[in-house]
């Protein structure tokens, strides 16, 4: 939601500053903008769209500066709304949301302040400038002090050869190399030998070549640095055209690391003590994560028996919700950052609960609120469509709902080689190609399954619809008959997802059902037989029900990322989303 990035070095501040901002772009992409300081004076560039339209900024001279992609909170994606926002000496660029913007905006037109924007963010340097008598860090602290909300910023001062950050609930990074850098992300530091999180509440100060944090009393405090994995950020789409389909490619690499992290990984170990303890589970997650929470309850129930309550974190957070003693919460999060997800489990830990962050970001928002951290270890993922990150947390998750009950004595079935069967439904997956026209012309589609599968419908759902714009609804096949078949005419897709044997037959009445209504039917399955009754079929490998999303997931995504092309979208950065959601 929102990328920021800053830089002081000995080169030019532009061009690594628009190199940032490519690699935030996930996190925003409705217009950017830049500023650097040269001689005391600051220049801003702002553009409607994308960071490439920012490139007339790169000429910009001075080797000091900051920079923001934007996701829209607060007025329209445009120029005037874009960052950075100035007033007076005054420069910033903010993540986040200022909730309390109203009223002090209206403060400020009293004195007879202008704006010249409607974002939430232009009343901070007013703040910061009404303030700024001595030292700019006591002026951006007593402006943080009226400040209700969420925020990350990166603030230059015309005179002040110095970018000073302010950090609350929005993620901050700064890391040291050649030059000092600013990222909302690690990928987006780019080229450095170490990396800095700043916690919630404090304040730093990048000058000459030294970084100095602050406390929010600033007092100085030793800055948190970080573990990270130098190539990690280097790898780019090499022969894929889009990173939504590099992601879709990795899952067999992602799920064989993730036999091997948790077949030996210690934490894991470590955290089976607690599992002995849990009596009660609950998930909370947003969106895909949310989904992978939904098949989590699936296996635990029926592996462990213990009762798993999986929410919706921005349900859960405004609920009084029951945490009953030896209860567990899972916080399901690719980025660790998704501000709903982070409330939910603070709530959750607050009433009792343990908390147990599933996230891809080690070093996420997250991680550090947590009592025990499970790593998915599925690799930077860009494309603001989940992919393998969804079969990373099943795979994490799957391994839970086991230990569980190991730990209960019970059995449970064995895990095969998910990594070489995620391989082979990548494969048979490829059919869905044929697919594409029925679904590009369409006005919408359905996807319908039982159990695991109905679960599977969901997600496949909601990939289509973030990617491709096609109104679409994931149903319990068996619920279809209760209103939404009104909604079926000649030609409209249903994908019916059918992997367990007990339940095939009932999720083929449906289909039945809606193929007299005129829908053209697709169909998603293990089972050879059904695949053999149907005109167009994946035929997935052999897996373990309990498990199967794993891989039954696959064709869904595929099926989403083709129809995305095939209406002439951009897989990786649908419209009016952004990949990581850190505002309410
Ligand atoms: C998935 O395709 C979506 N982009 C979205 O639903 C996402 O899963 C959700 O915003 C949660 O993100 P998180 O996993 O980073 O918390």
């Not at 860090?137 to 209700?148: D, N």
């Not at 003590?273 to 098949?295: K, M, N, P, S, W």
């Not at 997600?459 to 079926?488: D, M, V």
């Not at 490998?541 to 309990?546: G, Q, S």
Request: some cysteine; proline content about 4%; charged content about 25%.
């Amino acid at each position: 939601m929102c990328g920021i990035v800053g830089y002081l070095g000995k080169k030019q501040a532009a061009g690594a500053l628009l190199e940032g901002l490519y690699r935030l772009e996930y996190r925003g992409y409705d217009s950017a903008g830049v500023a650097v300081m040269d001689e005391n004076v600051i220049r801003i560039v702002r553009r409607k769209g994308r960071v490439k339209e920012l490139e007339c900024a790169r000429h910009l001279v001075g080797n000091i500066g900051i920079g923001h992609t934007r996701w829209a909170t607060h007025g329209s994606p445009s120029e005037k709304n874009a960052h950075p926002h100035r007033f007076g000496r005054v420069v910033l660029v903010h993540n986040g949301i200022i909730e309390n913007a109203h009223a002090l905006k209206e403060e400020c037109l009293t004195r007879g302040e202008e704006f010249s924007s409607e974002t939430d963010s232009e009343v901070i340097a007013h703040l910061i400038e009404r303030y700024l008598t001595g030292d700019p860090l006591l002026a951006i602290k007593k402006a943080c002090e009226r400040l209700q909300g969420s925020y990350a910023l990166a603030v230059l001062i015309e005179g002040k050869h110095a970018i000073y950050l302010a950090r609350k609930k929005s993620p901050l990074l700064v890391g040291k190399g050649e030059a000092l850098l600013v990222a909302s992300d690690l990928p987006a530091l780019g080229n450095i030998s170490h990396a800095y999180a700043l916690e919630d509440g404090q304040f730093a100060l990048l000058k000459g070549d030294e970084i100095a944090f602050y406390d929010g009393e600033l007092r100085p405090v030793s800055p948190k640095e970080i573990a990270f994995d130098r190539e990690e950020g280097e790898k780019e789409t090499l022969c894929f055209e889009h990173f939504m389909q590099k992601e879709m490619a990795e899952i067999p690499a992602v799920l064989a690391r993730s036999e091997v992290d948790f077949a030996t990984d210690s934490r894991f170990s470590d955290f089976y003590r607690v599992l002995c303890q849990t009596e009660y589970i609950q998930i909370v997650a947003c969106g895909t994560a949310f989904h992978a929470g939904l098949c989590a309850k699936e296996a635990i129930e029926r592996l462990a028996r213990i009762s798993c309550e999986v929410t919706v974190a921005s349900e859960y957070r405004y609920r009084d919700p029951i945490v009953k003693e030896n209860t567990l919460c899972i916080a399901v999060s690719q980025s660790g950052e998704t501000a709903d997800t982070i409330a939910a489990a603070l709530l959750s830990k607050e009433k009792g609960a343990h908390l147990a962050a599933l996230t891809n970001v080690a070093y996420s928002s997250l991680t550090r609120a947590a009592d025990s951290v499970l790593c998915t270890n599925a690799g930077r993922e860009v494309a603001v469509a989940a992919t393998k990150s969804f079969n990373a947390q099943l795979f994490v998750l799957y391994s839970v709902a086991r230990a569980l009950a190991f730990s209960r004595g019970r059995e449970a079935p064995p895990m095969q080689c998910f990594s070489a069967l995620a391989y082979r439904a990548l494969e048979v997956a490829e059919e869905v190609r044929s697919w594409t026209p029925f679904f590009a012309a369409a006005k919408s589609a359905y996807f319908i399954g039982r159990g695991a599968d109905y679960v599977v419908a969901l997600e496949g759902s909601l990939k289509l619809k973030e990617i491709s714009y096609l109104p679409s609804e994931g149903y319990a096949a068996g619920e279809l008959k209760h209103g939404t078949l009104a909604l079926l005419e000649e030609g409209t897709p249903v994908v019916a997802i059918a992997t367990n044997e007990d339940l095939a037959e009932k999720t083929m009445n449906a289909v039945h059902e809606a193929r007299s209504r005129g829908a053209q039917i697709f169909l998603v399955t293990t089972l050879p037989g059904l695949a053999a009754r149907e005109e167009h079929s994946v035929l997935l490998p052999p897996i373990d029900e309990v498990y199967s999303p794993l891989i039954s997931v696959i064709p869904l995504q595929k099926l989403a990322y083709y129809t995305a092309l095939a209406r002439g979208n951009d897989p990786d950065k649908p419209r009016n989303l952004a990949k990581s959601v850190t505002v309410e």
